[in-house]
């Protein structure tokens, strides 16, 4: 099974359906089923720095809270974009060559399960 490994919050946004587009530097020719996979860690300010926009979107930002190192839901990688300068707004971190990849369809697991990821 394919996966993608997300930060926090990112993973539950995309998990919750808030968000249905990740951004990578590198294009992505599969189309399919993926776990979508939280990161054991992550950036460390990010979240907080986040945070009023995380409490807006969900209601509450419980950080301490988030899965971390587990896959939390499976999704369909439907469509991967090159990114235009005017998608930074829309959809995130916009840098020069940047796919956005399109996800549909996402079920959260009702238990989520480890995984060790290698590279």
């Known amino acids: 099974m394919k996966a993608i490994t997300l930060w ?6 995309l998990a919750c359906r808030v968000i249905e587009y990740e951004t990578r530097s590198w294009a992505a020719k599969y189309r399919g089923p993926m776990a979508i996979h939280a990161a054991a860690s992550g950036p460390k300010n990010v979240p907080y720095q986040m945070s009023g926009t995380i409490t807006s979107i969900l209601g509450a930002d419980n950080q301490l809270d988030y899965s971390r190192g587990v896959v939390i839901a499976m999704a369909d990688l439907v469509a991967c974009h090159e ?20 996800f549909h369809a996402v ?12 590279i």
């Open 83 to 102: 990114m235009e300068k005017d998608d930074f707004e829309n959809i995130g971190f916009w840098h020069s060559n940047n796919g956005t990849r399109k």
């Open 107 to 118: 079920s959260e697991q009702q238990e989520s399960f480890f995984v060790r990821t290698i």
């Open 8 to 13: 926090q919050p990112w993973a539950s946004l």
